[in-house]
Structures are given as structure tokens and as C-alpha cells.
């Protein structure tokens, strides 16, 4: 689901025109995506595991970003990684 989604920038780009995100593009977007899974899944699955997955996302990077103290510790621990494994794949939402 992220590769297809990040592939179809309507979709999470509030920079792209309003004219380019209309309710109706982004249906035919959405319908594209559930084809492209074979139609395992229904448009509003697909849109519930969009949103968590974005929502995950959102949270890894907050607690990436917290105050980290300063010292022999702090190299230690801003080298952790984030606890939510798809964090790489759904870097492209750090561009918009």
C-alpha cells in the first residue's frame, strides 16, 4: 500500500493544486490502488490502513524529534532507530 500511494501524490500532497486533488480524481486514484492489489481489499480498507499507517508515522517522527540531553549519553541514543518498521518506506511524507 505505501509504495502504491507514494507513487500517487494526489493523495497526500496538500501543495499539489486543489484542482489536481478533487474528490473525483482522487476516487479514480483510490480505485487504481485497490485494482492494483487485485481487489483484496475495498477502497475504504485501504483508506483505514492508509490513515494508521500515516498516523504511525507521524508519532515515530514526534518521538524521533524529542529533546535529547546533551553529553557523552546523548550520541547513544539519537542514534536509535524507530520502533515503527515501515519508517523508511514513508520518508516521502517528509517532503510535503
Not at 57 to 63: D, E, G, L, P
Not at 65 to 83: D, H, M, Q, V
Request: hydrophobic share 40%; with cysteine.
Amino acid at each position: 500500500i505505501i509504495n502504491l500511494i507514494s507513487q500517487k501524490r494526489a493523495l497526500f500532497d496538500h501543495w499539489i493544486p486543489a484542482s489536481e486533488r478533487s474528490t473525483l480524481k482522487k476516487t479514480v486514484l483510490w480505485q487504481e490502488i485497490c485494482n492494483s492489489l487485485g481487489g483484496t481489499l475495498s477502497i475504504i480498507e485501504i483508506k483505514k490502513r492508509w490513515r494508521y499507517l500515516r498516523d504511525c508515522f507521524i508519532k515515530a517522527k514526534k518521538k524521533k524529534r524529542t529533546y535529547i540531553p546533551s553529553g557523552f549519553a546523548a550520541e547513544a541514543l539519537s542514534t536509535k532507530r524507530s520502533s515503527f518498521r515501515f519508517y523508511e518506506q514513508m520518508k516521502f511524507l517528509d517532503d510535503v
